[in-house]
């Protein structure tokens, strides 16, 4: 059997792990896992996330592994539904749950294609609690060494194909000077946090999921006679003040009803976007823009006009874009978006140019690795933000608890815009942030600004930092005399099939999947739908590399059918 290593079992490696089963070919895979709950993955693991954390995807957005998560949740028994707080009308194809329900959603269906595989044939040996310490490139195959958490000696064994599905980069250790928290998970470390003036780096679902966090540990959220939520206070927390603190000092808006699947696109389509990749490469940017607007005015012409669309540049589109809502309390702007969202799920309408932007970004996509990098600066600094705020709404209930607790007294929000400074405090835990001549003090920070982009160097395998194993990514600039010289982007630097770049003289089935490392390619690439997208790639990659047929119709049928509780036969190995 050709031995296949996956490393990480959270949503990008399952499906991967999907993919791989599906193969005629008999195959060994072997799933390294660092922690002891196999499945589950960083962003939904109850030693990382807060219950009360929700996940901003419905049961209807989450590609197929075998169940839906809501016919997972219908399949468990009501004391199990009450253990996750989820009562039976509660369950629906467009609700969202807290973010550790999706993490036995998807250890259950890991398992299940971990029988399902068994059963077709594949050896799957489930190496939990296990660390990969290395990854060396060898001539015909790759090198791992790993050691168990449990103290064991390590161990070293080759593969044909490995899979570096390692997911988010969190430091095990937030709190990284007193008072001062790098990250918002572990949820237990903010949740030490005493009842003082808290401060929270970041506007988004992260920041929402840090406010929640540090709440629910000074008060708890409760629906009143007329079902509007409140936060009520635990006794001796007068102290107790959140602020969240952004460049622009926005909330992120209510998810929003729309069509799924989506519906095409008139104009930014993906065949439209690769011609102008051959065609236009000069001022793929500006080309780009021009669908995009021809897509927005089709859609929804009043807003075209209410924004100026039609003299609109890329440098000052975000600006037309926000100027509502910078111009409007932020809370005052959260109640109306909330109430609109709200009134168009309950009636099945579509905003148009929400739909739209929403549904550009995926084909937008699709261009930025052929940006050059005058444009790669361009669409970081001014195109990609419209995207990211449309793609990155929130629950209905993560905007209801943001005006509790404003209503509370408990919570504000600061606009910092881009002249500020942070400074640690050096007399006493927290920090001081200095915002044109105002200088505020908290007695906690937390960065919630999200995942960051890394490069190659950051890499926690030795051998793949030596100097030549793997190339940084890079982008080319044309001067005016024609000279092409190209500029490092960070990231490391991946083909068509996720494989980094190495020398000739080592094996190129290394598939590098890990977010972090993919940003500055993939701007977009966070969530569960890019984790399918990554996995499918990857291995249908490995498949054809084996040059073995996919598994027949019936038989990928029976992987698309079968529930978790059939009776198949037991993993080989499960360490």
């Not at 957005?61 to 997972?72: A, D, H, K, N, T």
């Not at 969202?96 to 059963?119: E, N, S, T």
């Not at 390692?166 to 430091?171: F, N, Q």
């Not at 051998?463 to 044309?478: D, F, H, M, N």
Request: with cysteine.
């Amino acid at each position: 059997m050709k031995r296949i290593a996956i490393i990480g079992s959270g949503p990008t490696g399952i499906y991967t792990l999907r993919g791989l089963i599906l193969c005629s070919e008999p195959l060994f895979i072997t799933v390294f896992e660092e922690t002891p709950d196999a499945g589950k993955g960083t962003p939904y693991h109850p030693a990382v996330n807060d219950r009360a954390m929700l996940a901003n995807i419905a049961s209807i957005e989450i590609p197929p592994i075998g169940q839906s998560l809501v016919e997972w949740l219908r399949s468990m028994p009501i004391d199990r539904l009450q253990e996750m707080g989820i009562g039976i009308d509660d369950i629906g194809d467009r609700e969202f749950y807290p973010r550790v329900v999706l993490g036995d959603y998807f250890a259950a269906q890991f398992w299940m294609l971990v029988k399902l595989g068994l059963h077709a044939g594949h050896g799957i040996e489930v190496k939990a609690n296990h660390r990969v310490l290395d990854i060396k490139l060898n001539r015909t195959d790759i090198a791992l060494t790993y050691k168990s958490r449990s103290g064991e000696e390590q161990q070293t064994a080759t593969f044909d194909h490995v899979v570096m599905a390692t997911g988010h980069d969190w430091p095990e250790d937030t709190e990284t000077s007193p008072g001062y928290f790098s990250s918002p998970w572990p949820a237990a470390a903010i949740k030490r946090i005493g009842p003082v003036k808290v401060g929270v780096l970041g506007t988004s679902l992260s920041g929402i999921d840090a406010v929640v966090s540090v709440a629910t540990a000074h008060g708890f959220f409760l629906r009143d006679a007329a079902g509007t939520l409140e936060f009520q206070p635990h006794e001796d927390t007068d102290g107790f003040h959140l602020t969240m603190m952004s460049r622009k000092g926005l909330l992120p808006e209510a998810d929003f009803y729309c069509p799924i699947p989506y519906e095409p696109l008139r104009y930014c389509t993906p065949e439209a976007v690769r011609q102008l990749v051959v065609e236009k490469p000069d001022r793929l940017l500006d080309e780009l823009f021009d669908l995009f607007k021809h897509e927005i005015l089709a859609a929804d012409p009043d807003y075209a006009a209410s924004i100026g669309l039609a003299l609109a540049t890329v440098e000052d589109l975000a600006a037309r874009y926000f100027a509502a809502r910078e111009n409007a309390d932020p809370f005052l702007s959260a109640a109306r978006n909330l109430s609109e969202a709200k009134h168009n799920k309950l009636h099945r309408m579509t905003i148009g140019w929400r739909y739209a932007i929403l549904r550009m970004h995926e084909v937008i996509a699709l261009a930025v690795p052929h940006f050059n990098t005058e444009d790669l600066k361009r669409f970081h600094q001014h195109f990609k933000t419209v995207f990211v705020d449309e793609y990155a709404t929130v629950p209905h209930e993560s905007i209801e608890r943001l005006l509790a607790l404003h209503a509370s007294g408990r919570l504000d929000v600061l606009t910092l815009g881009d002249a500020y400074e942070i400074k640690r405090r050096e007399e006493k835990p927290g920090v001081k942030i200095e915002v044109g001549e105002r200088k505020l003090q908290f007695d906690a920070l937390i960065d919630a600004t999200g995942q960051h982009a890394l490069s190659a160097s950051d890499l926690p395998f030795p051998s793949l930092i030596v100097p030549g194993a793997l190339k940084e990514a890079r982008t080319p600039s044309v001067a005016g005399d024609g000279d092409v010289t190209y500029r490092r982007t960070g990231g490391i630097d991946v083909d068509d099939e996720f494989r980094p770049r190495v020398a000739d003289d080592v094996s190129n089935k290394l598939y590098c999947v890990s977010v972090p490392f993919l940003l500055h390619k993939l701007p977009f690439v966070q969530g569960i739908t890019s984790a399918h997208e990554m996995g499918a790639k990857v291995s249908a990659a490995i498949v054809r590399s084996l040059s073995a047929e996919p598994m027949s119709s019936e038989a990928s049928q029976l992987v698309s059918s079968r529930s978790p509780t059939d009776t198949v036969p037991a993993p080989i190995t499960v360490a």
